[in-house]
């Protein structure tokens, strides 16, 4: 049987069976408009963020990312091979299913050639990284330290400006619909041709724990935007599943008892480089439920390591939220958080593999960012906020499936409330007074220190809205502040979380999304929405007020607090080491921002 065939009538099952109707023999739906809705069956939940699309023949999930068609649904949900999924639904459907091999069938699900597509794909990047049209890039890799043992051990290439992978491909007898299929190649809206993905962009391939090579990751050399691009979703790349260099660090890990989950693939290669090499890093998105799985597999208490700015904050705080529902007896996450906001690389040039090595065994345990989370979020000056903060601690206590591990965390989370809330002492205070690492104290404060001015950050949510490329250029900047009206925070958090899921996103479907979780009247009720598209600024234009607003912001802010730092060293009784260095601090942080300012 041909495979063209093949997939019209796998086309034709999934246009004849309801996949609301097998869905539904799992889970219980509620219709709400074109939609239905319903309790996750990938992931723990209590309320709904599991869709079912009947007129686009698709199901997702707001909260853990599932996503696919009946057939996967099929397989994923009762835990059928391929074949077995097409012939269950086949037979519903009242469909013969066609003769053809077992070789067959196997070459259809996974169309094996695509590794042989991807194969080609890095031998031609590899190739060019060596030709004078990737001098800069090979430059760029070395000047980073990285050199030729780490160069060939993670295959990075270039990809030229020229279109050269299509090309070469095509005279492979690679089809344009293969590459598009597999994230090579896109096609235009303009004129119908096919233009390579990644352009300009030193290569990083990225391999599932065969080593083979599923997707890849590209880095601009300048100060273009975004900074970083992956392939996108394929058959044979799903992002939320895979961990990169896991195939390399699975040994390491293994042998070393532990392993680190940083933010990118660029720190994961530069801790190789330094003999750290049990380290893997998520790709693009936040940190998921199936990664720490993977992650449990070789280790039971991973270490994620994070710059120590807002977005490594940001990135921990999320990561909580991720693991809390999968906590299971002796599986848990533990924290470092870089000081001076660096990332692995610029620590370990900075202070070496030594220190490096004493910051990874100095970790936060997942309880602790818990409470400080929530210390940091919620005042507790009043009688009425305590009580707040209580209700918060126990309501995130409660997603904890595990009945044991809920009743320990239970038990741990009464004796904080006890010992340091109802005695009347915050503990960040008294660990300040202690001076002890950063590990052990300002987490958190870091990035959450300093409010986004509320007029500020509508205008920021309206400019995203309006341009989605912009989350990935500001997220970093508008991390590091504490945006206090909980809507708007909501309606960000959301917003990046969907800007990550969907690559590219334009602003009408990042619309269509909103409206999905009910997040669509946050941005109806931002008048500088409407301001904005009156004005219909250029994102160039945007990008630029964009910039100017918050680095004013953060120049006023900071102004003021090297006033209140002086007024403290005046009048305080006993001149501090940590007041100086706070001061310092803030003088180097105002420099750095009128040195952006005047670019």
């Known amino acids: 049987m041909e495979n063209t065939d093949f997939y019209r009538f796998l086309d034709e099952i999934r246009a004849k069976v309801s996949l609301s109707d097998v869905i539904g023999a799992k889970v219980k739906l509620v219709r709400k408009g074109r939609e239905y809705t319903g309790l996750c069956p990938f992931h723990n939940e209590k309320t709904p963020s599991f869709t079912v699309n009947e007129a686009k023949g698709f199901y997702h999930c707001f909260g853990c990312g599932a996503h696919g068609d009946v057939i996967k649904f099929e397989m994923e949900a009762n835990g059928l091979p391929f074949m077995d999924a097409v012939t269950k639904l086949a037979h519903k459907a009242g ?12 070459e259809s699900k996974h169309r094996s050639s695509w590794y042989e597509i991807m194969e080609l794909a890095v031998g031609f990047f590899e190739k060019n990284l060596r030709l004078p049209v990737g001098a800069e890039a090979l430059a760029y890799l070395t000047g980073r330290g990285f050199e030729e043992d780490i160069i060939k051990k993670f295959r990075l290439g270039y990809a030229p400006d020229n279109n050269g992978l299509t090309a070469y491909l095509a005279s492979k007898n690679v089809s344009e619909s293969d590459m598009i299929e597999l994230g090579l190649a896109v096609l235009s809206e303009k004129n119908s041709k096919t233009y390579d993905f990644f352009r300009n962009r030193v290569i990083i391939p990225i391999m599932d724990k065969r080593s083979r090579i599923i997707g890849f990751g590209g880095r601009v050399m300048g100060n273009e935007q975004p900074k970083y691009l992956n392939s996108p979703e394929t058959p044979i790349f799903n992002k939320r599943k895979v961990l990169y260099n896991l195939n390399f660090a699975r040994d390491k890990a ?163 409330i006890y010992n340091e809330l109802r005695g009347g002492a915050r503990p960040i205070v008294q660990a300040e007074k202690k001076k002890e690492t950063l590990n052990k104290t300002n987490i958190l404060k870091i990035g959450l220190k300093r409010d986004l001015d509320e007029k500020v950050a509508r205008f920021v949510m309206a400019a995203f809205v309006c341009y989605p490329s912009l989350v990935g250029e500001f997220e970093e900047k508008v991390g590091m502040f504490a945006i206090r009206d909980t809507g708007l925070n ?39 929405l409407k301001m904005l598209k009156q004005q219909n600024l250029g994102l160039l234009k945007l990008r630029e007020e964009l910039k100017n607003k918050i680095l004013e912001m953060q120049l006023g802010q900071i102004e003021k607090e090297i006033k209140e730092c002086i007024f403290k060293m005046e009048n305080s009784e006993s001149f501090t080491d940590e007041l100086y260095e706070e001061l310092e601090n803030l003088k180097k942080d105002r420099q750095n921002l009128l040195a952006e300012k005047n670019l």
Request: contains cysteine.
């Open 95 to 106: 469909l013969q299913v066609p003769k053809f091999s077992h070789e067959d069938a196997e």
């Open 254 to 416: 293994y042998e070393n008892k532990k392993i680190i989950i940083c933010e990118g693939y660029m720190d994961v290669i530069a801790q190789a480089k330094y003999g750290f090499e049990y380290a893997v890093a998520p790709l693009g998105t936040a940190l998921t439920e199936d990664q720490i799985q993977e992650a449990w597999k070789i280790c039971p208490e991973p270490t994620l390591c994070f710059d120590g700015d807002g977005a490594g904050v940001r990135a921990a705080v999320r990561s909580v939220d991720r693991v809390l529902p999968i906590l299971k007896a002796g599986y848990s996450l533990k924290y470092v958080f870089l000081p001076d906001k660096m990332d692995p690389d610029e620590f370990l040039k900075a202070k070496g593999a030594e220190e490096y090595a004493k910051m990874i065994d100095n970790t936060m345990p997942l309880a602790d960012l818990l409470w400080r989370k929530n210390m940091q979020l919620q005042p507790t000056d009043t009688p009425e906020q305590k009580a707040k903060f209580e209700k918060n601690i126990y309501d995130e206590v409660a997603k904890i499936t595990d009945e044991k591990v809920r009743g320990y965390y239970l038990q741990d989370m009464r004796n904080r």
């Open 490 to 528: 909501v309606f960000w958090e959301k917003l990046c979380e969907i800007v990550h899921e969907f690559e590219h996103i334009s602003s009408e479907d990042l619309w269509k999304e909103l409206e999905k979780q009910n997040l669509d009247k946050v941005a109806v009720s931002l008048w500088e």
